[in-house]
């Protein structure tokens, strides 16, 4: 793969078309971005065909990375991602970096049976988010990192993230790339008085105003938070069913109108919801991109917001070379210098120590950003949603696709 835009001229068309439609990367990122899921099918059958980098047996200096759509600081004006390109010309090695991950379930079905047979993906490491990390862990399909390559990692991974992820403690087979963290978000002028509870949002003004989002783990980890039980620790079918209560209640008398994935930034946008539970990231590009100036106001709930990791990990069947090689394109993203590039661009919270410093350089105007750099404060109320096992994850997942009516 090239690097910057697809050659195929019809996915390039879908992602003028989409941009033109002033979606904004954050939407993109999300999963439903529809050039995401085009560029998603032709890389797949590109790199299964010629087996990928040196994970596929090749001799190249080369390794194929799977990635979110627009998760890189990706330069318009060259059409390339300047961070991989000074990667390269530092160490020689070449990365065939797909924009490949629309969703984590789809992209997990287009690899599962090379996952489960320890054959190559066609990557040699991908960036899904933990919870799908988690299962990879389970089943033994991913590899153990050996540090001894990781010294920036070991140096400058932040505190919490180290056993963030309750089935790889320690990250000995998972190292994050971003952390999304969500919120709640509200229109600062109509909704003066802010959110500060969860039942702010069922204030009478607010009704068909509010909106939730369609990821069980942001919305549903914020409603558990809200109702006072931490949805890192040990709650169990009591606290859910209390939870999904109030979610099916707000649902069925009205409050709560707009349940929405990538799309809930119009409804703010519009104004049809002046109170929400959303992505950081994405507020951070509303209020960059509005004509009329900042509108939103998002905070980290006293209760506790959410945030989650899309971490790096090296399936099973990529080859050992090709994982060294991995192992040191991940110490050079864990420069901090290197991660404030990107930070710059994807606007979520940095896993590396050091960048919000480096920051200060890169773009004065992020450096202090709380919601790109959280507060010592920010930190205590940010919770992992705990993994949950099989039979816990089909049963809520359906409770939860159940009332919210899709």
């Known amino acids: 793969m090239a690097h910057g835009l697809p050659e195929d001229p019809m996915v390039r068309n879908i992602v003028d078309m989409i941009r033109k439609q002033q979606f904004n990367r954050r939407q993109l990122l999300r999963g439903a971005g529809v050039a995401g899921a085009g560029i998603g099918a032709m890389g797949l059958a590109s790199c299964a065909t010629n087996g990928g980098g040196s994970g596929g047996g090749g001799s190249d200096k080369k390794v194929v990375w799977g990635n979110w759509t627009y998760y890189l600081d990706f330069n318009e004006d060259t059409g390339s991602w300047d ?26 079905g287009k690899i599962k049976d090379q996952l489960a047979l320890d054959q190559y993906t066609g990557y040699d490491v991908i960036t899904f988010t933990d919870w799908m990390n988690a299962r990879l862990v389970q089943a033994e399909q991913v590899q153990a990192f050996d540090y001894a390559n990781l010294p920036n990692v070991t140096a400058n991974l932040v505190d919490a993230q180290w056993d963030a992820l309750d089935v790889d ?26 959110i500060k509870t969860l039942e702010d949002f069922m204030r009478p003004e607010l ?67 002046l109170a ?37 990990t090296v399936p099973n069947g990529t080859s050992a070379g090709a994982k060294a090689l991995v192992e040191e394109m991940i110490n050079y993203y864990y420069d901090p210098v290197v ?31 709380p919601l790109i750099f959280p507060s010592e404060e920010d930190w205590t109320r940010l919770h992992s949603f705990r993994t949950l096992s099989p039979e816990e994850d089909k049963k809520y997942s359906a409770e939860f696709q159940k009332v919210l009516g899709l």
């Not at 709640?184 to 003066?192: H, S």
């Not at 950081?280 to 945030?307: A, K, L, R, Y």
């Not at 606007?347 to 773009?363: I, L, S, Y």
């Open 169 to 194: 403690p320690g990250r000995k087979m998972t190292i994050p790339w971003q952390l999304p963290a969500s919120g709640w978000v509200w229109n600062t002028e109509a909704v003066p008085q802010g």
């Open 276 to 312: 929400a539970m959303a992505w950081t990231g994405d507020v951070i590009m509303m209020n960059t991109e509005s004509p009329d100036g900042p509108q939103w106001t998002m905070e980290v709930p006293q209760s506790g917001g959410m945030i989650a990791a899309d971490s790096f």
């Open 83 to 108: 961070s991989l390109d000074n990667f390269t010309a530092e160490t020689g090695i070449k990365v065939d970096y797909i924009e490949d991950i629309d969703d984590n379930n789809t992209f997990y």
């Open 207 to 273: 009704k068909g105003k509010v909106g939730v989002l369609t990821e069980l783990r942001d919305t549903m980890g914020m409603i558990l938070a809200g109702l006072g039980y931490d949805p890192a620790g040990d709650w169990g079918d009591k606290e859910w069913g209390e939870a999904i209560q109030w979610l099916d209640d707000g649902l069925q008398s009205g409050q709560i109108k707009n349940v929405k994935g990538n799309s809930y930034t119009q409804d703010l946008e519009r104004g049809d919801t």
């Open 339 to 369: 991660m404030a590039a990107v930070a710059d661009y994807v606007t979520f919270v940095p896993p590396v120590k050091g960048t919000q410093e480096a920051m200060k350089d890169v773009n004065p105007d992020n450096a202090d950003n």
